[in-house]
Structure formats: C-alpha cells, structure tokens
C-alpha cells in the first residue's frame, strides 16, 4: 500500500466520556438480561462470585486478550507487520488500545474493529451456556459491553466504501478516510 494518501473524506471520531456514559447502562441492560436467560437453564448454578482478585485477574486478561485480537486482525487481513501494532492506555479515558500507523483499507478497519466483540463475545456467551452462572453472565455483559467503542466505530463507517483507505486516530478513538491517491 502506497504511503501517500489521497483526499480526506472524512473524519470520524467517538467521544471518550460518551463511550464510558454510554457503557454503564449497557452493562446493566447485559447483566440483567444475561443472568435471566442463565438462571432459566436447567444446569444454573448460583454460586458467588470468585474472589475479588480472581475477578480483576480475568478482565485484566480478557482486556490484554481483546487488544491482541485487534493486533491479530490487523496482521491477518491487513498484512501489517507486528511492528506498526502499538499498545498503549489513554488513561484519563481509562482506555487502552491497539493502533495501527499504516493506512488499511475500510473493509480491513472494519474486520480489525470487530474481531475481539466476535471471538471474545461469542466464547464468552458459549462460556455462559455451558457454565451457566451469575458469574458467567456478569463476564458475558462486560465483555460485550467493552466492544462499545469498536461497534460505535463500526457504525459510523458503514456508509464508506470497503476499498477506500483508513488512517487510525493517533490519540483518540476514530479515524480519518482518504481516497486512494491520484495516478500521476
């Protein structure tokens, strides 16, 4: 992929208190719905919470594991060497994240912005259905909840055509979209 862009077409961007906002209630909505449809399982089990050491263990993990699969799509579909993947926490939002210094095309942004919401969310919700349990279901909601920002992103990039190319934000949540540039 050519390193120069061509025109910017758009800039997209998510707020970062509106995401934190926004997933408080989410988590909530989760959780009640996923500890009804656990409870209704013949095999629930309402057993308490692990300690609370366990519990910051796993979501720590689940938050490394989450960002590596960001890391992994990009790799994948993208063809991004491991280097271009950067880490990193914008901690006055609490966020980390996984960043890409190379344009990609929006068809791979797209791919690269779901991939942990399709396999972390859909072993998680497995997990749930075979261990049915408060506890299982409080993972389940926050996992899904986590993937907010990936699926707000998502969202606002549907109307853009797949080939178009996409630079990731550097220090916010979002992107900018550039045309391919002009053969000279």
């Known amino acids: 992929m050519n390193a120069v862009l061509g025109q910017k077409i758009a800039e997209i961007r998510i707020n970062k208190l509106a ?9 909530l909505m989760l959780l009640g719905g996923l500890v009804t449809v656990a409870s209704s399982l013949p095999h629930f089990q309402s057993i308490s919470f692990p300690e609370p050491y ?3 263990l796993v979501l720590l993990s689940l938050i490394i594991i989450h960002e590596a699969l960001h890391a992994s799509a990009l790799i994948c579909w993208s063809r991004i060497p491991w280097s271009d993947c950067k880490f990193g926490v914008m901690w006055k939002a609490l966020m980390p994240y996984c960043h890409c210094g190379k344009p990609i095309t929006v068809r791979a942004y797209r791919f690269y912005a779901l991939f942990p919401l ?4 859909s072993m998680s919700l497995l997990y749930l259905f075979v261990y049915p349990s408060f506890w299982s279901a409080f993972l ?12 707000w992103v998502y969202c606002r990039m549907w109307r853009f055509e797949g080939n178009l190319l996409v630079l990731d934000a550097r ?3 979002g992107c900018d979209i550039f045309t391919w540039p002009a053969e000279e």
Do not use: R
């Open 54 to 56: 366990w519990m910051l």
């Open 118 to 121: 399709i396999v972390t969310g």
């Open 171 to 173: 220090s916010e949540i």
């Open 140 to 151: 389940s909601a926050v996992v899904l909840a986590v993937c907010i920002g990936d699926v």
């Open 19 to 27: 995401i934190n906002v926004a997933s408080v209630p989410l988590t």
